[in-house]
């Protein structure tokens, strides 16, 4: 098992986009499921976070679930085992309920500084359990992978062009930990804190960064976006893949497939396996003249709160059970009716059908119809790039002054948390360390793209990454502030010792 001072986070960029570009079907040699037999479906992922702190017993960077282990007093620091339980947990669920004649389906978002924690800990037990999720071929009709920011990133807030650093580096510490295979298999995406930006140009430089990375969909929660002309999304559209718009200043558009997370952010959704129990009652619906099933996706933490901690393996063995007993009353050799699904097995079951791409409705992020129109009624069609990202600012900025309530700074999980308002002391220094970063590194890395296998690139890659972590603004001023700080200052000294 891989130990070291720094993560695999960079080093293999060309080699790793051959990989992840390479065409053709990924789920859909190991899928067991015939897409005329199934009425209806639904989708579960279990998002795995833990971020890194400046906070060992000499200030080292460590796993926070290290620090729960070592400050059991604190907080809810005493679940740490159950935690790190849940992390591992599906590798024994699995096999169970395969045993037992169902047909299981889970998709799995761990986040690259929970993965760098399992290492710095010694815990082999979850990577070896982990490993098999992602590389047992038993595995592979059962289990997708989603891909995510290494350093649980908020995108509406995060530097342009820290986004694909952020996919890539995910995509390299997953490739060094579970093998090149396993990385050319994820093609769904999942945001931290479900947080899509609706800024047009930072929109257009993730799914841009995406598609560039392999991607092929992403899961997006129903309030952050809406149909071109600004409604919110049919009760149709939520159960059908869609087709997310980026149309950056420039009147550049690019596109990727998009699953629609339902309702709220409350883990009972998954924890009690409500898609599940809501698939059952729909019925196949038409997309592109062709009939298909409806899918139901949810997401939820995987291990935060008693729900998840408790109530969520009983339930998703429950509910597998129950479906895989109306399949055999329907004489089938697997679940008839109402199955589950992962994201990729779905859209490339729908594709394999003939179902074209182009007949999934199209939408946008949040505001940006009427966006469209202040930037069109105030300005037209602006001649250059740069005056279009003018009009693009102006009207956002008169948009604002005549609604306070209209944002450019995204969507997420919660409308009750804004990851910008308070937190300059956080916002700034990373943009800092950013533009220093760039400044640094851009000119080095064109010259010569071996420099990003360089120790000095990685350790301030590192930093660069961290700083951005969510955290840092989730938990409100104090401590996590200041650990925020503390990256920025070493992160800045990492680059100052660069010539």
Not at 18 to 36: E, K, M, S
Not at 202 to 219: D, K, P
Not at 428 to 438: D, G, K, R
């Amino acid at each position: 098992m891989r130990l070291s001072a720094l993560p695999p986070i960079a080093g293999r960029e060309a080699e790793l986009h051959a990989l992840v570009q390479r065409p053709g079907p990924v789920a859909l040699p190991h899928t067991n499921l015939d897409l005329n037999e199934i009425r209806s479906g639904f989708a579960c992922a279990l998002h795995m976070h833990q971020p890194t702190i400046p906070a060992g017993a000499n200030g080292e960077l460590i796993s926070h679930l290290q620090y729960m282990f070592e400050h059991p007093g604190e907080g809810d620091n005493h679940n740490a085992e159950p935690f790190a339980h849940c992390y591992r947990r599906l590798a024994d669920i699995l096999p169970q309920l395969l045993a037992a004649g169902c047909n299981p389906r889970i998709q799995l978002d761990y986040s690259g500084t929970l993965l760098w924690g399992f290492e710095q800990m010694g815990r082999c037990d979850i990577l070896e359990a982990l490993r098999f999720l992602a590389t047992d071929p038993a595995m592979q009709p059962h289990v997708e992978w989603l891909g995510t920011f290494w350093g649980h990133a908020v995108a509406p807030s995060t530097p342009i062009p820290d986004l694909k650093l952020q996919i890539q580096a995910w995509q390299h510490h997953v490739a060094a930990l579970f093998g090149m295979e396993m990385l050319q298999r994820v093609k769904g995406f999942s945001l931290p804190e479900m947080a899509l930006p609706n800024h047009p140009d930072t929109l257009f430089a993730l799914v841009s960064a995406l598609r560039e990375c392999g991607y092929r969909w992403l899961l997006v929660q129903e309030h952050s976006v809406e149909n071109p002309d600004g409604s919110a999304l049919r009760q149709d559209q939520l159960f059908i893949p869609n087709r997310l718009v980026a149309r950056s200043s420039c009147g550049a558009e690019v596109s990727i497939t998009a699953l629609i997370k339902t309702q709220g952010s409350d883990t009972k959704l998954v924890g009690q396996m409500q898609p599940c129990y809501q698939a059952l009652g729909l019925e196949r619906v038409v997309l592109g003249g062709i009939s298909i099933p409806p899918l139901v996706s949810q997401i939820a933490d995987g291990e935060n709160g008693g729900v998840m901690m408790n109530e969520f393996p009983p339930a998703f063995v429950q509910a597998h059970q129950r479906i895989a007993g109306e399949g055999a009353s329907h004489g089938g050799d697997t679940a008839q009716g109402t199955v589950a699904l992962n994201g990729t097995e779905y859209l490339e079951l729908l594709e394999a059908a003939g179902v074209p791409s182009d007949a999934f409705p199209p939408i946008q992020a949040v505001g940006q119809h009427r966006l469209w129109q202040q930037v069109g009624g105030a300005s037209g069609h602006a001649s250059t790039c740069g005056s279009s990202e003018a009009s693009t600012e102006a009207a956002i900025a008169e948009l604002q002054a005549r609604d306070p309530s209209f944002s450019m700074a995204g969507a997420s999980w919660t409308n009750d948390l804004s990851w910008v308002e308070g937190y300059a002391n956080v916002l700034e220094p990373m943009q800092q360390l950013s533009a220093l970063f760039h400044q640094v590194f851009d000119p080095l890395v064109a010259a010569d793209p071996a420099v990003t296998g360089s120790p000095a690139y990685q350790e301030a890659l590192l930093h660069l990454l961290l700083l951005e972590t969510s955290c840092f603004r989730y938990w409100g001023q104090g401590t996590w502030t200041d650990y925020a700080r503390a990256i920025h200052c070493r992160g800045v000294e990492a680059l100052g010792g660069i010539t």
